[in-house]
C-alpha cells in the first residue's frame, strides 16, 4: 500500500469517526426531568361512541409525577370539572407513557412523544374504548 492510499484511508477513517460522534453528540437524550413545569393541555377524541373534548393544566415535577391536574372535559355535552395526578416514564428517545388516575372516573393511561426539548408533547390515549390525541404545552 503506498503512503497516498494509507493517507487516504487514515482521512477517510477519521471522517467517519467525526461524523459518528456527532451523531451520537445530536442524538436526543430525554428522561423525566425534561417534563417539568406548569403546562396547559387540550385533547379530543371518543369513549366509545361519546365524543369528548377537554383542557386543562398540570404541574409536572421533572421526577415522573404530574401534580395538581385539573381539567374540563365536555362528554357527550356533558361537563364534567375533573382533577387527576399522573405518573409518567420517559425513554431516551423522547417517548413515554403516563398513568393517571381520575377523581370520579376510571384511570387513564397515554402514550407521549416530546417535542421542542419538552417544552410540548404531543399523546395519545391508550385506555381501553376511549380514542383520544392532544397536545400538552409549557407554560410561563
Given at each position: 500500500?503506498?503512503?497516498a492510499?494509507?493517507?487516504r484511508?487514515?482521512?477517510?477513517?477519521?471522517v467517519?469517526?467525526l461524523?459518528?460522534?456527532?451523531?451520537?453528540?445530536?442524538a436526543?437524550?430525554?428522561d423525566?426531568?425534561?417534563?417539568?413545569?406548569?403546562?396547559?393541555?387540550?385533547?379530543?377524541?371518543s369513549a366509545?361512541?361519546?365524543?369528548?373534548a377537554?383542557v386543562?393544566?398540570?404541574?409536572?415535577d421533572?421526577?415522573g409525577n404530574m401534580?395538581g391536574?385539573?381539567?374540563?372535559?365536555?362528554?357527550?355535552?356533558?361537563v364534567?370539572?375533573?382533577?387527576?395526578?399522573?405518573?409518567?416514564?420517559?425513554?431516551?428517545?423522547?417517548?413515554g407513557?403516563?398513568?393517571?388516575?381520575?377523581?370520579g372516573?376510571?384511570?387513564?393511561?397515554?402514550?407521549?412523544?416530546?417535542?421542542?426539548?419538552?417544552?410540548?408533547?404531543?399523546?395519545v390515549g391508550?385506555?381501553a374504548?376511549?380514542?383520544?390525541?392532544?397536545t400538552?404545552?409549557?407554560?410561563?
Amino acid at each position: 500500500m503506498t503512503y497516498a492510499h494509507l493517507h487516504r484511508l487514515l482521512n477517510a477513517s477519521l471522517v467517519l469517526a467525526l461524523v459518528a460522534a456527532a451523531a451520537e453528540a445530536h442524538a436526543a437524550r430525554f428522561d423525566e426531568s425534561d417534563i417539568r413545569g406548569d403546562y396547559a393541555f387540550t385533547f379530543d377524541g371518543s369513549a366509545g361512541a361519546v365524543p369528548i373534548a377537554a383542557v386543562g393544566r398540570f404541574f409536572a415535577d421533572g421526577k415522573g409525577n404530574m401534580l395538581g391536574g385539573r381539567r374540563t372535559l365536555v362528554a357527550g355535552g356533558a361537563v364534567f370539572e375533573q382533577t387527576f395526578h399522573c405518573t409518567y416514564v420517559v425513554q431516551a428517545d423522547g417517548r413515554g407513557t403516563a398513568d393517571c388516575p381520575v377523581d370520579g372516573a376510571t384511570p387513564e393511561s397515554f402514550s407521549l412523544i416530546l417535542v421542542k426539548d419538552g417544552q410540548d408533547a404531543y399523546f395519545v390515549g391508550t385506555t381501553a374504548g376511549t380514542t383520544v390525541h392532544g397536545t400538552a404545552v409549557r407554560q410561563r
